[in-house]
């Protein structure tokens, strides 16, 4: 069901800078707001990033949104080992009528 | 604070029924559009519905249109799935969502359903 592609894993020490990657195509990424969520184990997922590139009250700016095209991106800059967690966009369907999860990617810290 | 609690999962047969329920507080439902998110355990999220604020509007994913259908009664500040010929694929850890990719969005904690003969 997942119409948003992701890598299904993202390594990085701390300090270094991760960037995980979103392809759609123009019914979605292309035509529409990206978001981006955290999910730390065992919680609901968290609103990182809004609207393409914008953040949340309260969401550090190590997490940073950007798009071009079809293809959207999250970086996280500094990673910190509480940055261990899965992390998926989203974005409107025009053509499916609702929203799309991207498949998510696990970042993990070593 | 606001909270939102989901309530109705269980465990039902193949073909079955059942209705959440989310009741909200710490906010006034009718200002908000809410929506339904699934997971099951260990996998990805999919969204399975919106409503609109005052209930005029619904929209459900492809997956689940013509057997679910989300409502809402702004005066009991509750948010409903009903969930109708129930499929395996259908089990899941469903999540009730205020302002759902908005900035003052909020997620409840989950209620688990089980489909299962």
């Known amino acids: 069901q997942s119409v948003l592609t992701q890598p299904p894993s993202a390594f990085g020490t701390p300090g270094q800078s991760v960037t995980i990657s979103c392809s759609g195509t123009?019914?979605?990424?292309?035509?529409?707001?990206v978001y981006w969520y955290q999910q730390l184990p065992g919680t609901a997922p968290k609103l990182l990033i809004y609207?393409?590139?914008r953040r949340p009250s309260g969401v550090p700016d190590r997490f940073s949104g950007s798009k071009s095209g079809t293809s959207a991106s999250l970086d996280i800059r500094g990673l910190q080992s509480e940055d261990e967690a899965d992390y998926y966009c989203a974005a409107w369907d025009g053509s499916l009528g609702g929203y799309v999860f991207g498949t998510g990617t696990m970042v993990i810290v070593l | 604070e606001v909270q939102l609690v989901e309530s109705g999962g269980g465990l039902v047969q193949p073909g079955g029924s059942l209705r959440l329920s989310c009741a909200a507080s710490?906010?006034?439902?009718?200002?908000?559009?809410m929506h339904w998110v699934r997971q099951v355990p260990g996998k990805g999220l999919v969204w399975v519905a919106r409503m609109n604020k005052d209930g005029s509007r619904t929209d459900h994913a492809d997956s689940v249109r013509g057997r679910f259908t989300i409502s809402r009664d702004n005066a009991k500040n509750t948010l409903y799935l009903q969930m109708n010929s129930l499929r395996a694929d259908d089990a899941a850890l469903y999540y009730c969502?205020?302002?759902?990719?908005?900035?003052?969005?909020?997620w409840g904690q989950g209620i688990l359903v089980t489909v299962s003969s």
């Open positions: 969502v205020k302002d759902f990719v908005g900035t003052e969005e909020f």
């Open positions: 710490g906010f006034i439902l009718k200002n908000y559009w």
């Open positions: 123009n019914s979605n990424v292309g035509r529409d707001n």
């Open positions: 609207n393409d590139n």
